[in-house]
């Protein structure tokens, strides 16, 4: 008589686990967002909304393109900083990189707990992971260098549950679109 109700209770298990809810990336509509004009593309789970700045500065003028999908239990930003053309002059890319991923890190009032030179598309890069808030959230950003192009690409605070499902998918996703980039790289 228990083998039975042992049965029956697996039975009863696998079918609730077959039932169970759709993963995090199911729940959401992904689709490829932007063009050469934003200078990236890159997969979404909702419509980003937009906002657009613009900032007077000794080296010129700044311009600020901020896209965001704000989503419960996780956050995407794609920033693009267009920088004024004297920067590139007096400021390496690995310089520009560097300061930028100390502001990011300094603004935010972020814990530092991983800073790595990377590289997309042979452009180069930072990734920054992080931890925000109380209790502290985890958070990763990656900043990109292409041309006078400054892209910030971040994902965060984000719960655990999304890592896999969203954030990396998001990452993976995202690609340099520009004259300096090599077609479909």
Same mark, same amino acid.
């Given at each position: 008589?228990?083998?039975?109700?042992?049965?029956?209770?697996?039975?009863?298990?696998?079918?609730?686990?077959?039932?169970? @809810?759709?993963?995090?990336?199911?729940?959401?509509?992904?689709?490829?967002? $932007?063009?050469? #004009?934003?200078?990236?593309?890159?997969?979404?789970?909702?419509?980003?909304?937009?906002?657009?700045?613009?900032?007077?500065?000794?080296?010129?003028?700044?311009?600020?393109?901020?896209?965001?999908?704000?989503?419960?239990?996780?956050?995407?930003?794609?920033?693009?900083?267009?920088?004024?053309?004297?920067? &590139?002059?007096?400021?390496?890319? #690995?310089?520009?990189? #560097?300061?930028?991923?100390?502001?990011?890190?300094?603004?935010?009032?972020?814990?530092?707990?991983?800073?790595?030179?990377?590289?997309?598309? $042979?452009?180069?890069?930072?990734?920054?992971?992080?931890? &925000?808030?109380?209790?502290?959230?985890?958070?990763?950003?990656?900043?990109? &260098?292409?041309?006078?192009? &400054?892209?910030?690409?971040?994902? $965060? @605070?984000?719960?655990?549950?999304?890592?896999?499902?969203?954030?990396?998918?998001?990452?993976?996703?995202?690609?340099?679109?520009?004259?300096?980039?090599? @077609?479909? $790289?």
């Amino acid at each position: 008589m228990g083998r039975v109700r042992l049965v029956l209770a697996a039975t009863v298990l696998g079918l609730l686990l077959s039932s169970a @809810p759709a993963t995090a990336a199911d729940e959401f509509v992904w689709r490829t967002f $932007g063009s050469a #004009d934003v200078g990236f593309r890159v997969e979404l789970p909702d419509t980003p909304d937009y906002e657009h700045a613009s900032e007077l500065t000794l080296a010129g003028r700044v311009q600020h393109h901020h896209h965001q999908v704000d989503l419960p239990g996780v956050r995407i930003d794609i920033e693009r900083h267009d920088l004024p053309a004297v920067a &590139l002059v007096f400021f390496s890319p #690995d310089s520009i990189l #560097d300061r930028a991923a100390r502001d990011l890190v300094s603004d935010l009032g972020a814990s530092l707990r991983c800073e790595e030179k990377i590289e997309l598309q $042979g452009q180069p890069g930072r990734r920054l992971c992080f931890e &925000l808030g109380l209790p502290p959230h985890p958070e990763e950003s990656r900043l990109f &260098l292409l041309g006078r192009h &400054l892209y910030i690409v971040a994902a $965060g @605070p984000y719960e655990s549950t999304y890592r896999e499902s969203v954030v990396n998918r998001f990452f993976e996703s995202f690609r340099l679109c520009g004259e300096d980039v090599a @077609p479909g $790289g």
